[in-house]
């Protein structure tokens, strides 16, 4: 299962670096005064000091972590499944952990009464809760979203049939993402033809058949077609039954010549679809040799 789309967004990346550390600074407030076992704070100068180094490096760290993780997306097309995604999360608290650690010994506050081993266990357990609670917002958020922009993209699709039923018959075509490419009349539809990941839409414009390149298959364009003169005849094409001339079958193979512009166009027709097609067109149309 793949997160939410907003976490493939550059800009809610960031700002979810920036809300974790505002809720970081705001939680090392709080929970100072309850008794922090770690050294950073805001009681001297010194110490203000190398706690405002800790949350540079640390959050700078996680600003290049999710910036690296919107260009692994984008350019190297990774998928960010859940498990990806937590694996990600776990890495960039570990990461954090170690920041602090170095940082501990450096300026000497490591507590001598605990092991290495018992240093980063206590550690990492704070640097997770610290960024657990922000993440579960932002995880929130992230649905909100994307459940808006779905309700959206559903109330855009409902207003665009109506608008095909009041234009008269207008059929909008999809790629396989879901995006709008192109809007034609029916009655200016003559076939569909199915190449690699591709389908060829054959139309005429203004006079002049034209072709234009849909990325999807044809089983995701047919859906488009419900409802009109627009069917399937083979597994690679769909044609407009208001266009075609005739049904030839002669030698165990039947085709459909369209009358095509200037020129006819002849499609195949599989065995499965032949008595669907034929059942729907006029029988003087239908030649059997």
């Known amino acids: 299962m793949e997160v939410p789309s907003q976490f493939s967004k550059k800009s809610f990346l960031w700002l979810s670096v920036l809300f974790e550390a505002v809720f970081s600074i705001i939680f090392l407030i709080l929970y100072s005064p309850f008794g922090s076992p770690f050294w950073f704070g805001f009681n001297n100068l010194s110490q203000g000091t190398w706690t405002v180094v800790f949350f540079l490096l640390a959050y700078g760290y996680l600003f290049l972590s999710r910036t690296l993780m919107y260009y692994a997306q984008k350019r190297f097309s990774l998928r960010l499944t859940s498990i990806v995604f937590v694996i990600w999360f776990l890495v960039d608290i570990l990461s954090v952990s170690f920041i602090y650690m170095a940082q501990t010994n450096i300026i000497g506050q490591r507590p001598s009464y605990l092991t290495l081993s018992e240093e980063l266990i206590r550690t990492y357990g704070y640097v997770g809760l610290v960024r657990f609670i922000p993440f579960l917002l932002t995880f929130e958020r992230a649905l909100a979203l994307d459940y808006r922009d779905l309700s959206r993209k559903k109330a855009e699709e409902i207003l665009a049939t ?101 020129a006819d166009v002849e499609i195949p027709v599989s065995k499965s679809y032949y008595s669907s097609i034929v059942d729907l067109i006029m029988p003087d149309k239908v030649v059997n040799k």
């Not at 769909?238 to 075609?244: D, T």
């Open 162 to 262: 109506e608008a095909s039923i009041i234009e008269g018959q207008m059929v909008n075509l999809y790629d396989h993402a879901g995006s709008l490419k192109v809007t034609a009349a029916q009655k200016d539809i003559y076939y569909l033809e199915s190449q690699d990941n591709y389908v060829c839409l054959h139309y005429m414009v203004e006079g002049k058949m034209t072709e234009y390149l849909l990325r999807c298959s044809t089983s995701e364009v047919e859906g488009s077609f419900t409802n009109t003169s627009i069917v399937r005849c083979h597994r690679s094409y769909l044609v407009n039954l208001n266009h075609i001339k005739l049904l030839r079958h002669e030698r165990g193979r039947a085709t459909i010549v369209l009358s095509s512009g200037n």
